[in-house]
């Protein structure tokens, strides 16, 4: 009766996924009513705050004692006294901006002391803090726990526990960490940006990486010190961590979207259109000689010669989409019909921002509506543990995703769209227990890994751009598809 | 002769007098049927500018006998009976047409059905206008598709009229010229290819691009950045260089007031020296009409359009540092898109002409296009002024002029574009003997720039361009 039932959620997960791929639905009507319900976090809470000093006192936060609790803030600062091997790169973030790679970028924008210039302390620094204070701060406690000044002498206190998360946020400026929809929409107002901050193509052109956010990537990168524990068990976190940040980023890459689109429509001239940034990069940042464009190793519905519009978050956001009952027992699959509207009108060389920009808006609205439902439905309280299963069916519904409708090529040759399908597919690898309890995945996903990487240079130094993704790769990426597909159908 | 005058005179049966005419003369047993060209503009006498096909002047007495001696690299003043031979049987224009088709009469990457499915074209490339108008006579790409004559003419691929231009008009007259004049051309609607300055625009009326000209018929002619996507190679021409490869069907000399002449070694760098002159003047105006046709809205004209900008400014790895240090990109600013290559027009101060619209192109957010048209318009006609003034220098200038262009090296910064222009215009300096370089050293440079190996292309072509 298990397997049965199970079957069948694979194969609506199988169906679900391409359909999200296929369907040809016409756009929803401009004045088509659309919902209300916004999760709480998107708003900056209006309190001042406090620098992190304040939270590293020997009996709070500072206890000195390495990833033990009571020590968070030692934790967090360990660089300045152990190997930069495992630390967290938040309390670095200042420090970034004196090095070379930092002159460099200011002296080509024309930015004589990157450290004080408010476009890189956007992100490189804690709001609110003093500019005296934020060596040792970086992107410090309140940066991410929200400005403290109204929740520092409260939060220790037994009646906070008593406070909704809800509440926390909108009366204290606290952002409730444990709910993952509030966690993660703090993380991308830098990781992603929003209207206020955005690391545009000019900033990259001058050597500033891309973004490239993926919130369980982050998380588990290997080097990322944490100074807390995740109360929800595995593999429940992780298959839910990776459905709530394909909607986070996905939601704030629309909504910088949708802020550049309504600049452009108004005629500012500081803003260019359509923002090279928010496309894929390697569409145009590619060999194109011979056989490296990959035309014909993959069949996206783009026209050719139209770079994708942010494939990095909307290309495996379909199946957190479609699987979305799966890791949230209760909340329904979000159509997410303004996004595809949105999408279209996207694919154009030269897309009309007044357009994009009324489609964008009813985008973010509908993907706030499925926020305001995630949030909820683990705010709500506790959920139902999720079987041991669900990964492997997120990894199946990836897989089939990343492939054309007949698995015989890959449904997209973008490097950005493989990423992301790679991604999801290795948290929930990594959900499921790893090798010990999947060998049979881990050929693809480690075949995956090393497609994808980019190239070492010569000097070991990093190579910024998957240099020699030809069409020779791109047929082992779809074999490793393939295989995975295999691998995570029946049980 | 006369009574034939006076018919076509009547405008009315203009079209069918040109067809009696034309199945009179050319006594061609295998004659493929001739299609009646369009109706005269009201008001006009001779019906100008109306397809004629190849079959008109590849009579045996015309441009049809043997083209032995071309072929075999004598030119004397018989060279011209055997010309429309020589390009039927070597030249590469024979097989344009093919290549819209599903037997492409050479190897090619993608077939034109795979280009179009590509960009979700709604009909064949045989029936696109905008293929046909460079893959085929430009003046018939807009006419009808279903119908057999005008396909049958098509067929020809870019035969004689594409280049000369439509022959209704200068078909008979042309046998009876004298003075050959420019005026009597115009006035037959006969192109002065003699002119190297004309012959480099017409030549860039495709290898470039233009914009309509509804005078001759002929339809707009844009290969954009939606076809290279799909997979039509870029265009990358060098007047000099194209023109060295084709197979000579015409003897080279210059038409002076007293009688022809042959043309002297300097000819080589003014061909060169013209038509990098002629290709800035044909991307300003191709530049201009896109941006006329993006400004009225039409959904086949994006803007700003990629192909405006040099390839390898955007199709390059990650990182490539040297491209955002100031001595890579002068006043352009940083992510600034590099607007098209064509050195050293574009390089140099000494083209003011085209500073405004590469100014205009490269700042940081390119121009739009209500701003670029007058712009693109005005460096066109300055360019075609210059263009005309080089065409007629003296040769102690132009040599001046042309060597000029390399002084001071070819700096900038490893680039494919500039150095293959670069070794091109070098080469043809060479021809022209105001360099003397081993051949090895050529053959070198072009290796070590085919192979993006810029440590050792910079020093060849420095050595290569050392006075």
Redesign the interface.
């Known amino acids: 009766m298990r397997s049965a039932l199970v079957v069948g959620v694979v194969m609506f997960g199988v169906a679900g996924s391409g359909l999200f791929k296929r369907a040809e639905v016409p756009p929803p009507p401009l004045d088509a009513p659309l919902p209300t319900a916004k999760p709480y976090g998107l708003a900056k809470p209006p309190f001042g705050t406090v620098s992190s000093t304040s939270c590293a006192a020997a009996s709070c936060h500072g206890g000195g004692k390495l990833d033990t609790p009571r020590s968070e803030y030692s934790t967090w600062a360990a660089t300045a006294f152990t190997n930069r091997k495992l630390y967290d790169p938040h309390s670095t973030a200042y420090r970034v901006l004196f090095n070379d790679d930092s002159v460099r970028i200011g002296k080509?924008?024309g930015i004589k002391e990157p450290h004080k210039e408010a476009l890189c302390l956007k992100c490189h620094s804690t709001e609110g803090v003093k500019p005296e204070e934020a060596m040792s701060e970086g992107v410090g406690c309140t940066a991410c726990h929200g400005p403290a000044d109204k929740w520092l002498d409260v939060h220790m206190l037994p009646e906070w526990k008593t406070l909704s998360n809800e509440t926390k946020y909108t009366d204290y400026g606290f952002v409730p960490g444990k709910n993952l929809v509030a966690r993660m929409t703090n993380c991308v107002t830098c990781h992603v940006g929003d209207a206020d901050r955005e690391v545009n193509?000019?900033l990259?052109?001058?050597?500033h990486p891309r973004l490239a956010f993926e919130y369980t990537r982050f998380q588990f990168n290997p080097t990322y010190r944490h100074h807390w524990d995740e109360v929800m068990p595995q593999p429940d976190f992780e298959v839910r961590a990776w459905t709530v940040g394909q909607a986070v980023t996905l939601r704030a890459a629309t909504d910088l979207l949708r802020v550049r689109a309504e600049r452009a429509a108004a005629g500012d001239?500081?803003t260019?259109w359509p923002e090279?940034s928010g496309l894929s990069?390697y569409a145009?940042?590619?060999?194109?000689t011979?056989g490296d464009v990959g035309?014909d190793a993959a069949h996206p519905r783009r026209?050719?010669?139209?770079p994708g519009w942010e494939l990095w978050s909307n290309a495996a956001a379909g199946v957190a989409a479609e699987l979305c009952p799966d890791a949230f027992p209760g909340v329904a699959p979000p159509g997410l019909r303004e996004l595809a509207a949105l999408r279209k009108l996207m694919q154009?060389?030269?897309p009309d921002p007044k357009a994009v920009a009324v489609r964008a808006k009813r985008a973010v609205a509908e993907l706030d509506a499925w926020l305001a439902a995630l949030q909820t439905a683990q705010d709500k309280g506790q959920m139902p543990p999720l079987a041991l299963a669900a990964p492997r069916r997120f990894a199946h519904a990836l897989a089939a995703n990343a492939l054309s409708a007949d698995r015989a090529m890959l449904a997209d040759y973008d490097w950005d769209a493989n990423s992301a399908h790679y991604l999801g597919a290795a948290a929930m690898y990594h959900a499921s227990g790893g090798r010990a309890n999947e060998p049979k995945w881990s050929g693809p996903i480690f075949g995956l890994a090393n497609e994808l990487d980019f190239p070492k240079r010569k000097s070991g130094e990093r190579?910024?751009?998957p240099?020699g993704f030809g069409d020779a790769k791109r047929a082992r990426v779809r074999d490793s598809f393939r295989e995975l597909f295999d691998a995570t159908s029946g049980r | 002769m006369i009574p034939n005058a006076r018919t076509l005179a009547v405008a009315g049966a203009a079209a069918a007098a040109v067809l009696v005419w034309f199945g009179l003369q050319t006594r061609s047993p295998g004659a493929v049927t001739v299609p009646a060209p369009p109706g005269p503009p009201a008001g006009a006498a001779v019906p100008l500018h109306a397809a004629v096909g190849n079959t008109g002047c590849m009579s045996a007495a015309c441009h049809g006998n043997s083209a032995a001696k071309a072929l075999s690299g004598t030119f004397d003043a018989s060279t011209w009976e055997g010309s429309g031979t020589c390009w039927a049987a070597r030249d590469p224009h024979t097989r344009a047409y093919s290549l819209l088709t599903d037997k492409p009469m050479r190897p090619v990457?993608a077939t034109a059905a795979q280009i179009m499915e590509?960009?979700?074209s709604p009909v064949p490339a045989t029936e696109d206008a905008r293929c046909l108008a460079c893959h085929s006579n430009p003046a018939l790409a807009a006419r009808d598709s279903k119908d057999p004559h005008v396909v049958a003419l098509r067929q020809e691929g870019v035969g004689c009229e594409s280049c000369h231009g439509n022959a209704s008009g200068w078909l008979r007259p042309h046998t009876t010229w004298k003075a050959d004049t420019k005026a009597e051309y115009a006035a037959a609607g006969m192109t002065p290819l003699f002119d190297v300055g004309d012959r480099a625009a017409t030549c860039l009326g495709c290898h470039v691009g233009a914009p309509a000209d509804p005078e001759r018929g002929i339809a707009v002619r844009d290969m954009n950045?939606?076809m290279?996507?799909?997979?039509h190679p870029r265009l990358n021409f060098d007047f000099a260089e194209f023109h060295r490869e084709l197979p000579k069907h015409w003897q080279e000399k210059e038409r002076t007031a007293s009688g022809p002449k042959p043309r002297g070694p300097e000819f080589d760098a003014r061909l060169w020296l013209v038509g990098r002159v002629a290709q800035a003047e044909a991307a300003c105006m191709l530049l201009a009409s896109r941006a006329d046709r993006a400004k009225a809205g039409d959904p086949r004209t994006?803007?700003?359009e990629?192909a405006e900008f040099n390839?390898a400014a955007?199709?390059?790895?990650?990182?490539e540092?040297w491209r955002?240090e100031p001595a890579a990109r002068g006043d352009r600013?940083?992510?600034a898109l590099k607007w098209q290559t064509i050195w050293p027009v574009t390089a140099g101060a000494e083209f003011g002409a085209v500073r405004p619209v590469v100014t205009a192109m490269q700042r940081?957010?390119p121009a739009g296009y209500g701003e670029i048209g007058p712009l693109a318009h005005q460096s066109a006609a300055k360019l075609s002024e210059l263009r005309q003034n080089l065409v007629g220098a003296a040769d102690a200038d132009l040599v001046s002029r042309s060597r000029q262009a390399f002084v001071g090296g070819v700096g900038g910064n490893p680039e494919w574009d500039t150095d293959g222009q670069v070794l091109w215009g070098l080469a043809a300096l060479q021809r022209s003997r105001l360099i003397d370089r081993p051949a090895g050293e050529f053959d070198r440079a072009f290796d070590a720039v085919r192979r993006r190996d810029w440590a050792s292309a910079r020093p060849l072509l420095d050595a290569l361009a050392r006075p």
């Open positions: 080509l924008l193509h000019d990259i052109a001058a050597g001239t500081k260019p090279f990069c145009c940042h590619q060999s194109v011979g035309r026209p050719a010669g139209v154009k060389r030269s190579f910024d751009s240099a | 990457r590509r960009m979700h950045h939606d290279i996507a799909a997979g994006p803007w700003p990629l390839c955007c199709h390059h790895d990650l990182p540092p955002s600013p940083l992510g940081a957010r």
